[in-house]
């Protein structure tokens, strides 16, 4: 993935200005790299995480990922893109609620035309330890549970890309923990490139590389080629 010169602004209401989320982000991560990005509330880092996966649109600046210029694609082929090739993993979990874990875990494999979605959930499901939860609904799944089967969601697809946003930032200590190792282990065995957006620079340093935003700008940009 290359990032180059990102800026995001919006204007705000009333004809009170322009608020600039992100300033001329540029950096690149190499593939099967973990990266952490690093920053407070309002660093704009969540922000950029959205413009990685082409959730949102920037101001100027552009993202190449996987051999593409991801903004010269429509939003039906970035759509695309996110399905084939990037798993998600979020602090809220963003469970559907009227799906089980086994039909939640299935969803993206089934959007991707995948002939053997049932079987694949199942596998992941039993990989990060809830076989016996397959037929459980959100609601009925703990906070640690319900990370586990968004993990299993994100890895079943065979993502090249895992984009995690505060995973355990709903999640007590321990289990925080416990939902860490896990990703790690699952992310190690995939070869998947991660890129990680946290507060917690102890979990940061888990990573191969950690970058710091603040006040919209990346205060350490690593320039390593693709």
């Not at 995939?190 to 710091?212: K, M, N, P, Y």
């Amino acid at each position: 993935m290359q990032v180059s010169a990102l800026s995001k602004s919006v204007e705000l209401a009333d004809g009170q200005g322009t608020l600039r989320i992100l300033q001329d982000v540029t950096f690149s991560v190499a593939a099967g790299e973990s990266v952490a990005i690093v920053g407070a509330s309002g660093s704009g880092k969540s922000t950029l995480l959205g413009l990685l996966a082409g959730l949102d649109v920037p101001s100027s600046g552009g993202v190449h990922i996987l051999g593409q210029d991801l903004f010269a694609l429509g939003e039906d082929d970035r759509a695309a893109l996110r399905g084939e090739s990037i798993g998600f993993v979020f602090q809220a979990f963003q469970l559907l609620p009227a799906l089980t874990a086994l039909e939640n875990v299935m969803l993206p494999l089934e959007l991707a035309g995948a002939r053997d979605a049932a079987a694949t959930a199942r596998k992941w499901l039993e990989r990060v330890g809830l076989g016996s939860r397959l037929r459980h609904y959100p609601k009925h799944l703990s906070g640690g549970e319900q990370q586990r089967v968004a993990l299993a969601r994100a890895f079943a697809p065979d993502p090249r890309l895992l984009l995690a946003d505060e995973p355990t930032g709903n999640l007590d200590a321990v289990t925080g923990e416990a939902v860490i190792e896990l990703m790690f282990a699952l992310n190690r065995e995939s070869g998947t490139t991660l890129i990680l957006v946290t507060h917690d620079e102890s979990l940061a340093a888990r990573c191969d590389r950690v970058l710091h935003m603040q006040a919209g700008r990346l205060s350490e940009p690593a320039l390593r080629p693709v």
